[in-house]
């Protein structure tokens, strides 16, 4: 019955919005009218997205999509998270953002009603391309065939809280640069004033702010569950995330300089239709099965063929409208060396080249397949050496650009800086010395502290120091950065400096990690609701009164016969001690402990981000 | 100039997309990638039969025959969907030989499962520890071997097989 519901409620949206494109051409309505459909189809969307979860929280197996995911044993929070834990249901989250995004843009005010009308019918649209896609090869309402009374059960993997809310954000974040996409395309075709830049703004900033807050609970997720101590893999799916959050980055920077009058209008556009176009591209990748990964579900051929030529549509359009239509007014760039406006420029082509490379490593793969039938992985070492390197003048100059002006090249006290900068580079390169010197280590800790203080000078030197919002939206962008800094120092340092140690042990043996006595108290094996755990219980510490359990295992999924590795995690403010228990040879048990330092940096750099993107979408 | 300038997003996204289709095209599939196993011999096995437990049945005894070997079990229902295939095949190769693996299943519900949707075996062995499965590298149910008479394997599948899989991959080895 709620297959039956959900099922008709999309195919009704997408009817709506067949609706709300013609009406365009043919039925013309009043702007009350027209809203009020686009809210409807939005509420049902939502309505086919809530059928399709009701049916996984009652474990409806006579829903094929519910029997092929689902569980009845599993708990209620995995039950939900299952609906888009799985091919069909994510395409169906997908859709119901959309719309959300839509439903929100429907209430704008302050800006011309055409243009609105406009972007909601290319949203329309979009919708269209993509309810058609779910209908017809991807449904997650079809009814299972054989009567059956337990279901196959979810990729354990994904069974993690983090993961249950990683989906919905990362989504909002690529989804919302629909929106984004559909404001510079109705830009274009009205060529109006340039009150659609501010609109513009705050919504890529909004969509900017989710996809870092999704790419932030991915990779700590994989952090913690995947077992490899590390957080960044250069995986194909990661880079898909992380170039429209690079090209969004550049697109929100870009849009600042429209407070300045200097508005490069086609280059915002360009950088419009891109950051949309990417986060399609990224969905066809994963969801056509292109990419191997943990993301990847079935694949099935004709499923990739038709989001491919939704990719095709939406960026060939998008280009082509941007190519017969190009914005004619612009203002001259006043390029200085070096003032805000140059800085703003380098700082976007490093960030497109950046974008680009990534690109390249991630589609290599399959060029190198077709043209030669040979199956190579372009991995970490590529990427580090030609991304990295890309940024880093980027970072050097992101520590001063805010301080920079619009209109001359002088710098504010800039002795001052210069004098901090020497300082700080003396007194990291001693640092360094004394512990392991490292060129990347260097480097890195140098432009990350550099970032953090060069913020703090400017703050205080410029800025009367007042403890109210309209400070804080000010010094906003220097907040911004200040983030940047401690993440690169906890990228940094987690990197260049994790140091690993390997032991084989039996119960009840004692070891030394970090100068900290460890003992390996026994291995316990539970049952638990749906699956068997086997944990390593270590006491760290364990001299001391108050010494610290850690808990390292594996757990094992006996309806997917899977296992996941857990590790133990001991977190502290400067490091993270990262214990993963292997197997047992020879009644010892492999143990491997991971030292992290500064690893908790960069989830506060990113949570420092995240509040100043949500500060700047209030700040016109 | 700035006119390529602009073109160049439009020749780039046809780029992309002209490989991607190839791609596709070509039936790749990076999920299941050739099996460490295959053209190599057949692991070494011993396992008797679900109903008599002195039938016993060893690497050896599938020599000069080409077989086909599917591990399944009572309670994995993708076995249940692709269960009818294997009448067809018994059908059209007689001279084929079924083997079934049994895994992991208490042979009271394997003996039940095989009564209610028959039988279309040679010789069912149990996999009771799931120790064969293993020499296989069998990474979940179903899955399906082929082995050619001089006992290596030809050709592995992942998962219930189809009638498209059987017509398009399975049938050209046989």
Excluded at chain 2, 5 to 29: A, E, N, R
Aim: net charge positive; with cysteine.
């Amino acid at each position: 019955m709620s297959s039956l519901v959900g099922f008709l409620s999309l195919v009704f949206a997408i009817g709506i919005n067949f609706y709300l494109f013609l009406s365009r051409y043919i039925f013309k309505f009043k702007k009350q009218k027209f809203n009020l459909f686009i809210r409807l189809s939005s509420l049902l969307t939502l309505l086919s997205f809530f059928s399709l979860m009701y049916a996984y929280v009652v474990s409806d197996f006579s829903n094929y999509n519910v029997f092929q995911n689902s569980h009845s044993n599993k708990p209620l929070i995995y039950k939900i998270s299952g609906t888009w834990g799985n091919h069909e249901g994510s395409m169906l989250l997908w859709l119901s953002i959309l719309s959300i995004f839509s439903f929100f843009f429907s209430f704008t005010k302050n800006i011309d009603e055409s243009f609105q009308r406009l972007t909601l019918i290319i949203q329309s649209l979009l919708h269209i391309l993509f309810g058609l896609f779910i209908v017809f090869t991807s449904n997650p309402f079809l009814v299972n065939s054989i009567l059956v009374n337990e279901g196959l059960g979810l990729n354990p993997i994904l069974q993690d809280p983090g993961l249950a809310v990683h989906p919905p954000i990362l989504y909002a974040g690529y989804v919302g640069y629909s929106i984004v996409f559909s404001i510079a395309i109705a830009g274009l075709f009205q060529n109006t004033d340039d009150e659609w830049l501010y609109v513009a703004k705050k919504w890529s900033l909004i969509s900017w702010t989710f996809l870092t807050g999704g790419i932030a609970l991915g990779s700590y997720w994989a952090y913690y569950e995947l077992g490899w101590g590390g957080w960044w893999f250069w995986d194909p799916v990661e880079n898909i995330s992380l170039m429209p959050w690079i090209a969004g980055l550049a697109l929100v920077h870009s849009l600042m300089m429209v407070r300045g009058e200097q508005a490069i209008k086609k280059w915002i556009v360009f950088l419009s239709i891109l950051c949309f176009s990417l986060s399609v591209f990224g969905t066809f990748l994963v969801r056509s099965g292109i990419l191997t990964s943990v993301h990847s579900f079935a694949a099935d051929a004709s499923r990739g063929i038709f989001i491919l030529l939704i990719f095709f549509i939406v960026t060939g359009f998008g280009f082509l409208v941007f190519l017969l239509k190009e914005p004619k007014k612009s203002n001259a760039l006043n390029l200085l060396f070096i003032n805000k406006v140059s800085a703003l420029v380098i700082n976007n082509v490093l960030m497109i080249i950046a974008t680009l490379t990534i690109l390249l490593g991630t589609i290599y793969p399959i060029i190198i397949e077709v043209l030669y039938n040979k199956r190579i992985s372009v991995g970490g070492p590529y990427f580090n050496s030609t991304v990295i390197p890309i940024m880093i003048p980027g970072f050097l100059l992101m520590s001063v650009a805010p301080i920079l002006s619009w209109q001359t090249n002088k710098i504010d006290n800039s002795k001052k800086y210069v004098l901090a900068f020497i300082v700080l580079s003396v007194l990291v390169l001693i640092q360094s010395y004394f512990l392991n010197f490292n060129t990347w280590g260097f480097v890195g800790l140098l432009l990350g502290l550099w970032i953090i203080l060069a913020s703090i000078i400017a703050i205080f030197s410029s800025y009367k120091i007042k403890i109210n919002i309209k400070f804080f939206k000010i010094i906003n962008p220097h907040v911004a950065h200040i983030g940047v800094g401690i993440a690169i120092i906890g990228i940094t340092c987690s990197s260049v400096f994790q140091n690993e140690l390997d032991f084989n042990l039996n119960e009840g043996d004692k070891f030394i990690v970090n100068g900290k006595t460890v003992l390996f108290e026994k291995i316990e094996t539970t049952n638990e609701i749906n699956f068997q755990s086997l944990r390593g219980k270590f006491l760290f510490d364990v001299e001391k009164n108050q010494s610290k359990e850690i808990e390292a295992g594996k757990n094992y999924y006996p309806v997917s016969k899977m296992i996941t590795s857990e590790a133990g995690i001991l977190h502290q403010w400067n490091k993270d001690i990262y214990f993963i228990l292997g197997d047992q040879k020879n009644n010892e048990w492999f143990v491997k402990v991971l030292i992290n330092p500064f690893v908790s940096f960069i989830w506060l750099g990113v949570i420092i981000m995240m509040y100043s993107g949500l500060i700047a979408v209030s700040r016109r | 100039m700035n006119r390529i300038f602009i073109l160049t997003p439009l020749i780039v996204l046809l780029v992309i997309c002209i490989f991607s289709l190839v791609y596709l095209l070509s039936g790749k599939d990076p999920n299941k990638p050739p099996s460490a196993l295959l053209n190599k011999d057949v692991p070494v096995f011993e396992s008797s039969s679900l109903y008599n437990s002195k039938d016993i049945i060893k690497t050896k005894d599938i020599k000069n025959k080409k077989t086909l070997i599917n591990f399944f079990a009572s309670w994995c229902s993708p076995c249940k969907i692709e269960h009818p295939l294997f009448f067809e095949i018994r059908k059209k190769y007689p001279e084929l030989y079924l083997l079934g693996f049994n895994h992991k299943d208490p042979p009271s519900d394997a003996k039940k499962y095989l009564e209610d949707d028959g039988n279309p075996y040679d010789f069912v062995g149990v996999d009771s520890d799931g120790l064969i499965a293993l020499e296989f590298g069998v990474f979940g149910l179903p899955e399906t071997y082929l082995i050619n008479e001089d006992g290596k394997i030809i050709y592995k599948f992942m998962g219930p097989i189809t009638m498209d899989i059987l017509k398009n991959e399975i049938e050209p080895l046989l």
